[in-house]
């Protein structure tokens, strides 16, 4: 199991970032797929039509989400966190993503990178 730490950049307001990371209907328009999301603790949540799946463990308005990814049979959970700090360029994410199964670490790495931040930030341009 690995454990990963990022930050991104994106030019938009905290506020505006959250509401792209936990809104269905926008999490819909910048994925391109199908989504399941709600802004509630112990609730399910779905991207990319099924692609990653998993629990919404905690929310603070415009400064943090956490959730529980799926990996399989995987024993060990893995969380994920995103803090939102407010940026002279609009949002600094820290995104901190542990136990990653070794086998997917590579996909997710590069996931984060190109497909979840990747795309969020051509929304912001």
């Known amino acids: 199991m690995k ?9 938009a307001d905290p506020k505006d970032v959250y509401n792209a990371l936990t809104n269905q209907r926008m999490l819909e328009i910048w994925t391109g ?5 709600q802004t509630e603790p112990n609730t399910e949540f779905s991207l990319w039509n099924g692609s990653i799946s998993g629990i919404n463990l ?5 400064k943090k989400i956490v ?20 940026h002279k360029k609009g ?16 996909n997710i790495s590069d996931g984060w990178d190109e497909d979840y931040f990747g795309a969020l930030a051509e929304l912001f341009i």
Request: hydrophobic residues 35%; without cysteine.
């Open 33 to 37: 797929e199908e989504v399941l999301m």
């Open 67 to 86: 959730q529980q990814w799926f990996f399989g049979d995987d024993e060990k959970e893995s969380i994920v966190t995103i803090k939102l700090h407010p």
């Open 91 to 106: 949002t600094s994410v820290e995104l901190i993503h542990t136990n990653i199964p070794d086998d997917a670490y590579e």
């Open 58 to 62: 905690e929310f603070e308005e415009n």
């Open 3 to 11: 454990d990963l730490k990022r930050y991104y950049t994106l030019h």
